[in-house]
């Protein structure tokens, strides 16, 4: 309760998220993207802490893909394309491509951008794509894993403070 109380006050919350969906809109904020994910990682942590069989698949699969999605609407809102059209066929752009975007500069320092490459890129771990594609067995599900995602998530959290304090 005190960390999301925390992410909440420095505006994880604040944030609102509208999509069109079936012909109404819907609202959401990144923490409720990534809450259920959060508390997950953290039950996981209290039982790896206890010397307790953890199972670190949910947490690392869930909030390894939403970090994707609240990036592509952070780069989004920031006036900056998330898909490309190629041959009448539109396309996401990458993950890759998205942690380039020069506009993120201003909301996300060296630091994060050295921990995203090296989580969710080829130049990494690469784990989003990893799990979005199932090529990680179960025993690859680990807490170092889980533990760097938990931290991009809250790297996430500081941007999107920074993002509604910049101007």
Same mark, same amino acid.
């Given at each position: 309760?005190?960390?999301?109380?925390?992410?909440?006050?420095?505006?994880?919350?604040?944030?609102?998220?509208? #999509?069109?969906? +079936?012909? $109404?809109? &819907?609202?959401?904020?990144?923490?409720?993207? @990534?809450?259920?994910?959060?508390?997950? *990682?953290?039950?996981?942590?209290?039982?790896?802490?206890?010397?307790?069989?953890?199972?670190?698949?949910?947490?690392?699969?869930?909030?390894?893909?939403?970090?994707?999605?609240?990036?592509?609407?952070?780069?989004?809102?920031?006036?900056?394309?998330?898909?490309?059209? #190629?041959?009448? +066929?539109? $396309?996401? &752009?990458?993950?890759?491509?998205?942690?380039? @975007?020069?506009?993120?500069?201003?909301? *996300?320092?060296?630091?994060?951008?050295?921990?995203?490459?090296?989580?969710?890129?080829?130049?990494?771990?690469?784990?989003?794509?990893?799990?979005?594609?199932?090529?990680?067995?179960?025993?690859?599900?680990?807490?170092?894993?889980?533990?760097?995602?938990?931290?991009?998530?809250?790297?996430?959290?500081?941007? &999107?403070?920074?993002?509604?304090?910049?101007?």
């Amino acid at each position: 309760y005190t960390l999301k109380e925390d992410l909440c006050r420095i505006g994880f919350n604040c944030f609102i998220l509208h #999509k069109e969906h +079936n012909g $109404e809109c &819907i609202q959401t904020t990144p923490f409720d993207m @990534v809450e259920n994910g959060i508390k997950e *990682f953290l039950n996981q942590h209290q039982r790896f802490v206890n010397g307790e069989k953890t199972d670190w698949r949910f947490c690392i699969s869930f909030l390894s893909t939403q970090f994707e999605g609240i990036m592509r609407i952070i780069v989004n809102s920031l006036g900056v394309p998330i898909v490309k059209v #190629k041959d009448d +066929n539109t $396309e996401f &752009i990458t993950l890759e491509s998205l942690l380039k @975007v020069k506009e993120l500069e201003s909301i *996300f320092s060296k630091e994060d951008f050295l921990l995203f490459n090296q989580i969710y890129t080829k130049a990494g771990y690469n784990i989003r794509n990893d799990v979005a594609h199932g090529l990680l067995l179960p025993q690859e599900y680990t807490a170092p894993k889980a533990l760097l995602i938990f931290t991009s998530i809250l790297r996430l959290a500081k941007g &999107i403070f920074n993002y509604i304090h910049k101007e």
